[in-house]
């Protein structure tokens, strides 16, 4: 399992306070989902993603047309 990387302490508690403390969950949610966590941000997706990326981890796609 991978931690999370260094993003903001509101964006970290919000998602720690799901029960999501690794890139591997955060890969199993879109963007929207994350976005719409109270807490989680633009900057903060953009971090999770990349780290997700770097570690060979495919984020979850929203679905088309949506």
Do not use: Y
């Not at 964006?11 to 999501?20: I, S």
């Not at 963007?31 to 984020?59: F, T, Y």
């Amino acid at each position: 399992m991978t931690d999370l990387p260094n993003i903001g302490g509101p964006a970290r508690g919000a998602l720690e306070a799901r029960g999501v403390d690794t890139l591997e969950q955060v890969a199993t949610l879109s963007e929207k989902e994350l976005l719409a966590i109270h807490g989680v941000g633009p900057k903060a997706v953009r971090i999770l993603r990349a780290a997700a990326a770097e570690a060979g981890l495919s984020p979850r796609e929203e679905p088309a047309g949506r």
